[in-house]
Nanobody
Framework: QVQLVESGGGLVQPGGSLRLSCAAS????????MSWYRQAPGKERELVAS???????NYADSVKGRFTISRDNAKNTVYLQMTILRPEDTAVYYC?????????????WGQGTQVTVSS
């Protein structure tokens, strides 16, 4: 049974930092493209960052230089380190797995974790 379990969300002041974690199980983690998406109220879900095996990363322009995605294949976990947070980063953040690469035949989602940036 596939599971993606996010943690690490919460309330943080502008300029602060948070680290999100996503623990995966039930599939061959190292063979999947792992991504973080977010969805703010009234907006569409958008890609924040992704990482495939080999350390190849991709970031939304709005988070470049502030967010870092990383993965630990030994722990089947993907992380999102978020720094210099802004109120506009407020959203539900979702972990996503697509693969097994090079296909995207499978597409899995976590339940989401709320990040609120406010003073």
């Amino acid at each position: 049974q596939v599971q993606l379990v996010e943690s690490g969300g919460g309330l943080v002041q502008p300029g602060g930092s948070l680290r999100l974690s996503c623990a995966a199980s039930g599939f061959t983690f190292s063979s999947y493209l792992m991504s973080w998406y977010r969805q703010a109220p009234g907006k569409e879900r958008e890609l924040v960052a992704s990482e495939r095996r080999g350390g190849i990363t991709n970031y939304a322009d709005s988070v470049k230089g502030r967010f870092t995605i990383s993965r630990d294949n030994a722990k089947n976990t993907v992380y999102l380190q978020m720094t210099i947070l802004r109120p506009e980063d407020t959203a539900v953040y979702y972990c996503n797995a697509k693969g097994p690469l090079p296909t995207t035949a499978r597409n899995y989602w976590g339940q989401g974790t709320q990040v609120t940036v406010s003073s």
